[in-house]
């Protein structure tokens, strides 16, 4: 059975603070891993990695994919209160999606 | 043109009834994805479909659970004989290509409960 496991659960942090959320995934026919940002109902697309070692960044996040190990991470510098959210990834196999249970991220100023 | 849009935005139902919910995809997005989020749980990917045909329905929760997509457009998502174990927020997505590994655009949800 397809698992993607997230960690931490839960984090706070001061704003300025650096942050790096993990994931890790088992996922038959591995094609693509996708981190999404969730703050109320609807999820918005962050990253599709596809390729390891490869880093994609959007301002001030970014996220790496490790195909031998199967995970990937996620980093957040300079945090902002804005960026409070649920953050969740998701292993891409043949036809399904498998989603962590995502990361609570709590920006404090 | 507008984004995803899904209706009803509430459902309260009781157990036993038949429900339909429906999902408007982005204009010209080929890929539609339906999901389900429960409380304090992750997203639970349900099925997804390229045009009107979904590669693999394994991902339903049961046979109560049916959907379809006609005119590569227009979506539904049916469950009958609801049982409280169902009452979650069933989100849509739409994307442009037809594969997974697309950025997805998701709707606002439709919040199901069954009493």
């Known amino acids: 059975e397809d698992k993607v496991v997230q960690s931490p659960l839960s984090l706070v942090v001061h704003e300025g603070d650096t942050v790096t959320l993990n994931c890790s995934y088992e996922?038959?026919?591995?094609?693509?891993l996708l981190w999404y940002k969730q703050e109320k109902k609807a999820p918005t697309f962050l990253f599709m990695l596809?390729?390891?070692?490869i880093e994609k960044k959007s301002g001030r996040l970014s996220s790496i994919l490790d195909k031998k190990e199967l995970f990937s991470i996620l980093n957040i510098t300079a945090t902002q209160t804005g960026d409070s959210a649920v953050y969740l990834c998701a292993g891409a196999g043949s036809y399904q999606l498998t989603f962590g249970k995502g990361t609570k991220l709590s920006v404090i100023p | 043109g507008a984004g995803v849009s899904q209706s009803p935005s509430n459902k309260v139902t009781e157990k036993g009834k038949d429900v339909e919910l429906r999902c408007d995809p982005i204009?010209?997005?080929?890929?539609l994805y339906w999901y389900r989020q429960s409380l304090g749980q992750g997203l639970e990917f349900l099925i997804y479909f390229q045009g009107n045909s979904a590669p693999d329905k394994s991902g339903l929760p049961s046979d109560r659970f049916s959907a379809e997509r006609t005119g590569g457009s227009v979506s539904t998502l049916t469950i009958q004989r609801t049982q409280q174990e169902d009452s979650a927020v069933y989100l849509c997505?739409?994307?442009?290509?037809?594969?997974?590994?697309?950025?997805?655009?998701f709707g606002p949800g439709t919040r199901l409960t069954v009493l």
């Open positions: 996922v038959t026919n591995f094609r693509s």
């Open positions: 997505a739409s994307s442009l290509a037809g594969t997974l590994e697309t950025s997805q655009y």
């Open positions: 596809t390729s390891s070692g």
């Open positions: 204009s010209g997005h080929t890929a």
